[in-house]
């Protein structure tokens, strides 16, 4: 595998800035076990895009963390189901959080409503998704200049038409 310093600019330059909820989709759906292929095409990236996310140190670097918060999770409900009374209480108190959390949405004031549905649709995956700032370099075939150029002429050739036809209202009539 290529280290960072030998990639190309151009991949480089694609990679993420930040991790978006899109990014945390595929990493979920990659530590479930799906193929890459079969990721993207449940989430809707291209292949393409999501090899050079997947390969961004950024991605790696969280993917590692939410690999490991996974794992803590299958071992603290190994050790809920072993009677840890620490973590029952926890688990118990996460509704009355949740609950505490709708109150302020419904309850609070402006600025506490947006802090709570921002927290509230964060939790649940429906983040406001980043916009991606990119250069696209569009390279148009032979056909398409053509095309294009034909239009052109079209255009101008109609409005010469109209400018002669009928500019001075004069059709060719006797003068007197």
């Known amino acids: ?83 840890d009374s620490t973590r029952k209480i926890l688990s118990e108190s996460s509704n009355k959080a949740a609950e505490t959390l709708k109150g302020a949405l419904e309850n609070g004031t402006p600025a506490l409503q947006m802090s709570a549905a921002r927290d509230i649709l964060d939790r649940t995956g429906y983040a406001k998704e980043d916009k991606i700032k990119a250069t696209v370099l569009v390279e148009p075939s032979q056909s398409l200049i053509d095309v294009v150029g034909r239009m052109v002429k079209e255009k101008k050739n109609e409005s010469g038409r109209t400018d002669t036809e009928g500019g001075s209202g004069d059709k060719g009539g006797d003068t007197q």
């Open 1 to 83: 595998m290529l280290e960072q310093e030998e990639r190309a600019e151009s991949t480089i330059n694609q990679q993420p800035d930040k991790i978006t909820p899109r990014h945390r989709a595929l990493m979920r759906k990659l530590i479930s076990g799906m193929t890459l292929s079969e990721a993207c095409e449940d989430i809707g990236f291209s292949v393409p895009r999501a090899s050079i996310i997947t390969n961004s140190p950024l991605f790696k670097e969280e993917l590692v963390r939410m690999e490991a918060e996974v794992s803590k999770g299958f071992v603290e409900a190994e050790a809920q189901k072993g009677g």
